[in-house]
């Protein structure tokens, strides 16, 4: 669609945005780690030798040490351990695909694209509409801040870009010199783009930043900015939630009502039996599932709760009625969590596996042991009640 304010706009299902560009030429000009400038020589092949070398010197430090602490604490099981792993490693197939040079050019095209598109000083941005719902005034004022006031939201969004370095940076991250300045961190990190969330305060939605960096860990990096402080602050997927603080009205969905199988699984889990035992009587079916709903007593299996899967199966549960994603019956998913968890041998045997849960076991101690005899008796319990 075209927007009065965003201009052209193309809806994304998987993420539920509007995607454009708005000219932004601060924010455009952090879009994307630079490449090498021109001119500039590129690396030897004995710089590149270098760097790998340092970097696998770096690794095997770092595994030497794990080694060194798992022995002190677990002896000749972690050696044996370790020793698979490196077993393991010389005979690893080769796993390349035949796609994947085909993947790398439509990557590099991407990011010419991208590239492009920050160099003529416009940048990303996603507005949040879910069901493909139109901007609301809360966005389209957090957008007129933006495009009124970029230099300060620039300035406040890298000063947490800089924040985030200093809390979760580790001394040394391979392949980067450690940064004493905001400016020395130029290169190693992007803000790649912003969305405009749905969540609002004080008629203002919040504007979050993307960010791409060399210190980020698995939970991402993000920074947050609300145009009715003018404050911005990092957090991860983790801490977003919190960090949207909104004062939006929540949208009432359909109010709940129990089905009677609903109402006889709370009777039963609760172990009120004279309920359930009504609920029953009434026409109640513990196995009455949707087409896409797991069955009681496989949950009941999984959550490792012996009681539950004695309750249910008192009650008519079917312990050959399978889940609709792995198709395991309760008894093939109890035996595979045995397997898992080290108390039988698995099919496909692994040595390291094998130890490595040996040694868990050894560290767990009697809370292993209380696992394992949940597990004892659930099998017993779905052994007993096979048709």
Do not use: C
């Not at 021109?38 to 590149?48: D, I, K, L």
């Not at 760097?51 to 002896?75: C, H, I, K, V, Y």
């Not at 085909?102 to 507005?127: D, M, S, T």
């Not at 006889?264 to 009120?272: K, N, R, S």
């Amino acid at each position: 669609m075209t927007h009065d304010l965003f201009g052209k706009l193309k809806y994304k299902e998987s993420d539920e945005s509007w995607a454009g560009a708005a000219r932004l030429p601060l924010f455009a000009a952090v879009g994307m780690r630079p490449e090498p400038e021109p001119g500039s020589p590129p690396q030897t092949e004995e710089e590149a030798a270098a760097e790998a070398e340092r970097l696998t010197a770096e690794l095997n430090a770092m595994m030497e040490q794990m080694r060194a602490a798992m022995s002190a604490r677990f002896g000749e099981k972690a050696a044996a351990a370790f020793d698979a792993v490196d077993s393991a490693a010389e005979d690893v197939p080769d796993q390349s695909d035949p796609r994947d040079e085909e993947r790398a050019q439509r990557r590099a095209e991407k990011r010419a694209k991208n590239a492009a598109l920050l160099a003529k000083g416009k940048y990303p941005i996603r507005v949040a509409g879910p069901g493909e719902a139109a901007p609301t005034p809360a966005q389209e004022n957090a957008f007129r801040h933006l495009l009124a006031n970029e230099a300060a939201v620039y300035d406040a969004v890298l000063a947490q870009v800089w924040e985030s370095y200093r809390e979760r940076a580790w001394p040394n991250v391979p392949g980067m010199k450690p940064a004493a300045t905001a400016a020395e961190l130029r290169g190693h990190f992007a803000l790649s783009r912003l969305d405009i969330s749905r969540e609002a305060r004080a008629g203002f939605a919040h504007i979050v930043f993307m960010v791409e960096s060399d210190w980020a860990d698995e939970h991402g990096l993000m920074v947050v900015y609300s145009p009715d402080t003018g404050e911005a602050t990092w957090t991860t997927w983790d801490g977003l939630y919190d960090a949207l603080e909104s004062e939006e009205p929540q949208e009432e969905g359909a109010e709940y009502v129990p089905t009677p199988h609903d109402n006889l699984l709370e009777a039963i889990l609760t172990g009120d039996e004279a309920k359930a035992r009504e609920l029953v009587a009434a026409g109640a079916d513990i196995n009455a599932l949707g087409p896409d709903e797991y069955p009681p007593l496989w949950i009941s299996v999984d959550q490792m709760e012996p009681d539950e899967v004695r309750r249910l199966l008192a009650f008519g549960a079917d312990p050959t009625l399978a889940n609709p994603d792995e198709r395991t019956t309760p008894l093939k998913h109890a035996k595979k969590l045995f397997r898992d968890l080290g108390f039988a041998p698995s099919k496909a045997r692994d040595e390291l596996l094998d130890g490595v849960l040996s040694m868990m076991r050894e560290s767990a101690g009697p809370q292993m042991n209380d696992i394992k005899a949940r597990l004892d008796a659930i099998i017993a319990a779905l052994e007993a009640a096979k048709p």
